[in-house]
């Protein structure tokens, strides 16, 4: 980090408007506190009704201030553009009370869900609702404050997924997070747990439904959202829609990490994530809710096929059954859906815009729509982009070996006896999660060791770029046979589907691998050292599930040592971070060097 990226910070303290930021931050970190006292502890009546007026109190405060600074504004539009997050937060809580008091059977219901009894408890939730979401937004604000003063984007997706860990192990860690009240986690445990959520990865030391109250669900589900979504696509989604302009090199760095096009394309990529992420979650949790047996209270039921979904979307592989789906293998109204959302998920937001894309121009009805039209018009003959060929041809050839792979060896073994439906089912649907979701339908301690080695090389390939999957992903995999291929026919370039790979592609491609390579082995190496008792084939099977963030287990992660846990920690942060933060670095813009050296021939291999 040089000069000056290290003073972005201070910089920003000393931006105009300081004092309205100050003011902003001693606000969020006052409520923020309030809401994990009241919400993590169990505090008596009293002391709750005094937090309950304290936050009034910050909550008048805010929309004073919001009030204050549109009133002595010398342009008050271009003030509510500069600020449209925040007065359109304001608005809402404001319309959603408003609908509250007004709507006597939505209040009606909202309180048979809080369990209150009168329309009065009803403020105190409001009030903290408003309060956390505006903490959330300064959150994201401060790191787009980073980005606009010149602050390198690898610096603030590590900073900002290391935060996000650090405040998920202190959620995890207050008392009222865990399932029993006179019982916490431990600091390890803790850790380990948000580190799993945030990364994605799905490995748990303890039983997520039977550990966990429904705040700590909640904090876990929210983590897992932050780190499947990625934080920096919510920094991307304010960057592209905030009047402040960004540098270029942050601006290349968001146009790599949400893959767009071209500059012009960043916001409607931006969008496009989001919304794509928002339908996908609430479709696949419609699925699930009405595909669970209708018993039951409504809510729980809702509450299960939410969290599924967002894990399932995310790839994350967290599930609310000590035995992960294994009660749930033969039914296929919850299995289409959860694959559904692992593909999704996996394949990546540009894979499934293009192919979208493709169908639309295809379809004479659609594109006699106005914006449809006009949109074939500007691409009259739509091309597959090479990346999106890659990726699907890549995924569809690595769900079909690992179908064919896993029915072929386990058919005489785990499968054996089972009807042959029942086995396609089991076979497919680890082929689709063993790529990095993490779900699983058969204990994973019991298959042979060459399905094992068949689920790790699964593993390692993991899904598609600009996805919630890990791994070194399809297209690298790609890259890297189609250069061995150049190379064995004696071509000095890569080629495909007559397009020429550019260089940087060569190596940032080797250098995901090699990295991948060099974290593998360097992680096997630790946990031998803290965990000698366990196999080497637990060992690293249980590594390369955490640096691909799959999440399949032979069921070593309880049983590991502290050491053995802080291994796994960082190895799910690299696997999450390190081929991101080494694609931004190898794509970031710099100045080209007017020289070169001479060559000098080698021999390898």
């Known amino acids: 980090m040089d000069t000056h990226e290290s003073t972005a910070l201070v910089s920003i303290l000393r931006e105009r408007g300081g004092f309205s930021s100050g003011f902003m931050v001693c606000l969020g970190l006052l409520a923020a506190t309030t809401l994990a006292l009241e919400q993590g502890f169990s505090l008596g009546a009293e002391l709750t009704d005094r937090l309950h007026f304290f936050q009034y109190g910050l909550s008048f405060l805010y929309v004073v201030h919001q009030g204050w600074m549109l009133w002595r504004a010398s342009d008050r ?52 609702l408003f309060l956390l979401a505006s903490v959330l937004l300064q959150l994201v604000q401060l790191h787009h404050r980073l980005l606009v003063h010149g602050l390198r984007a690898e610096w603030v997706l590590v900073g900002s997924f290391a935060m996000l860990i650090l405040a998920g192990t202190l959620l995890l860690l207050l008392p009222r997070a865990g399932a029993a009240s006179n019982t916490t986690l431990s600091g390890i445990d803790a850790l380990f747990t948000a580190t799993s959520a945030v990364c994605v990865t799905g490995l748990s030391v303890c039983d997520p439904g039977t550990a966990f109250s429904p705040l700590g669900l909640t904090i876990i589900l929210a983590l897992i959202q932050a780190g499947g979504l990625g934080i920096m696509t919510f920094v991307a989604f304010l960057a592209v829609t905030s009047s402040e302009s960004l540098p270029v090199a942050q601006l290349l760095a968001f146009k790599q990490i949400v893959n767009a096009r071209s500059f012009a394309a960043l916001k409607r990529q931006v969008w496009a994530i989001v919304g794509f992420t928002v339908v996908c979650e609430g479709a696949g949790a419609l699925c699930l809710f009405y595909a669970l047996p209708p018993t039951g209270d409504p809510f729980s039921r809702a509450g299960w096929s939410v969290f599924h979904s967002i894990s399932a979307f995310c790839n994350a592989g967290f599930a609310l059954q000590s035995d992960s789906l294994i009660a749930h293998r033969t039914e296929a109204g919850i299995l289409l859906p959860i694959m559904a959302l692992i593909v999704l998920g996996g394949l990546g937001f540009l894979v499934v815009n293009d192919l979208l894309g493709l169908q639309v121009t295809r379809l004479p009805l659609l594109r006699r729509v106005p914006w449809l039209k006009r949109y074939h018009q500007r691409l009259p003959v739509y091309r597959l982009p090479l990346q999106t060929r890659l990726a699907v041809r890549v995924t569809v050839g690595l769900l079909i070996i690992g179908l064919a792979g896993f029915w072929v060896l386990e058919a005489g073994h785990l499968l054996r006896g089972l009807p042959w439906t029942t086995q396609a089912w089991l076979a497919t649907f680890q082929s689709v999660t063993a790529r990095t979701a993490g779900f699983n339908t058969v204990p994973i301690e019991q298959l042979q060791p060459a399905t094992l080695l068949l689920l ?20 690298t ?22 397009r020429t790979l550019p260089q940087r592609v060569l190596l940032a491609a080797l250098g995901v691998f090699v990295l991948y390579m060099l974290a593998a082995a360097t992680s096997v190496f630790a946990l031998t050292l803290t965990d000698p008792a366990l196999s080497l084939r637990a060992q690293s ?43 931004l670095a190898v794509f970031r813009m710099g100045a080209g060097r007017r020289f070169e050296y001479p060559e000098e021939e080698l021999v390898v291999g």
């Open 77 to 128: 539009w271009e003030l509510l553009r500069r600020r449209k997050f925040e007065y359109a937060l304001l608005a809402g809580f404001v319309l959603l009370a408003l609908g509250l008091a007004w709507s006597d059977p939505v209040s009606a219901s909202v309180l048979r869900f809080l369990h209150g009894s009168a329309p009065a408890d009803l403020v105190a939730p409001l009030v903290q």
């Open 477 to 498: 995999l790609a890259v890297l046979l189609l250069a061995l291929r150049a190379m064995i026919a004696g071509r000095d370039k890569v080629e495909i589907f007559g």
């Open 456 to 475: 790790m090389a699964l593993m390692v390939v993991g899904a598609s770029p600009v996805s919630t999957g890990g791994g070194i992903k399809t297209v």
């Open 541 to 583: 099977f249980e590594v390369v599930s955490a640096l691909s963030t799959v999440g399949l287990s032979t069921g070593i992660t309880p049983q590991l040592s502290i050491g053995g846990k802080l291994v796994l920690c960082a190895t799910m942060f690299v696997g999450r971070l390190g081929p991101v933060a080494l694609v």
